[in-house]
């Protein structure tokens, strides 16, 4: 059934709203709710890596020496550098820019973009392939990041979830959450959801504030989602229906606008 919502957009700081059908299934909704379910991750905070704004995450504050991939670069490293601060080696993925704004030694970029197949005209390549030409096929505890304007969802439909459980922690820019959709195509956005379920927890989600929102009885869905993710293997997770979104070390993406409030995301 469709159903209308309220469709929502900035404009100098403050929020305009206006009825769009958008071809919404109230279905999605619940079960956008559903596999997106926040768990509580038992004996570790949180800690913000990379700038207070856009280009910054959430993740659990278990950082070690390991190795991160980092796909989605453009001209900001932050996350990149606070990660290489912690002693991380940076494998660094964008086929839209020549070169990194800046090197370090722990920096490894690569001219090329992440994607569900392997594309030589637009540089795309696997992750598997990836993980191949870096000899990190037995690598264990490593970190994902993923802003990679929509490929997202192409890349999800092939990965190997044996592939996905080699990284401890994973941080997902998800787009076009709730662009229209047909039934088939939101039913297909569910299984990607679940598919990564099946080796990791959702530990914290934030709505991206460059982007639209729609409200569906007064619950907020972002058009752009960033949700951090952990290894069900690693961490220990519990149910928690209080968490409250955004939390206090969250920031706006843009912050010329008010953060998006996602409330008690888990109600």
């Known amino acids: 059934m469709n159903i209308n919502v309220q469709y929502g957009y900035y404009i100098q700081g403050s929020l305009v709203g206006f009825n769009l059908n958008l071809n919404a299934y109230e279905e999605y909704y619940k079960e956008l709710k559903r596999v997106l379910k926040i768990k509580h991750v038992k004996n570790f905070p949180f800690v913000r890596v990379g700038k207070a704004n856009d280009g910054g995450y959430l993740m659990i504050d278990d950082l070690c020496e390991h190795i991160a991939y980092s796909f989605g670069i453009s001209n900001d490293v932050s996350w990149d550098n606070d990660m290489a601060n912690c002693g991380y080696h940076i494998y660094m993925y964008d086929p ?8 370090r030694e722990e920096f490894h970029f690569f001219k090329e973009g992440l994607a569900g197949s392997k594309i030589p005209e637009k540089n795309l390549d696997t992750l598997e392939n990836f993980i191949i030409r870096n000899n990190h096929t037995n690598k264990k505890h ?51 959801f679940e598919k990564i379920n099946q080796t990791h927890e959702v530990a914290h989600i934030h709505g991206n504030n460059c ?12 058009n752009a989602l960033e949700v951090s993710y952990v290894n069900k293997s690693v961490y220990e997770c519990v149910k928690d229906n209080d968490i409250k979104l955004p939390r206090n070390i969250d920031a706006p993406n843009d912050t010329g606008r008010p953060d998006i409030i996602l409330g008690k995301w888990n109600k």
Not at 96 to 103: F, G, M, N, V
Not at 147 to 171: A, C, H, M, P, R
């Open 211 to 222: 982007d639209s929102i729609i409200t569906i009885d007064n619950q907020v869905f972002p």
């Open 142 to 192: 490593m970190i994902l990041k993923i802003d990679i304007e929509g490929y997202e969802w192409d890349f999800l439909s092939t990965v190997k979830s044996s592939t996905l459980n080699q990284f401890d922690q994973i941080l997902f820019e998800f787009h076009n959450v709730v662009t229209a959709k047909t039934e088939e195509e939101w039913r297909k956005t569910i299984n990607l």
């Open 96 to 103: 839209t820019i020549e070169r990194l704004p800046y090197e």
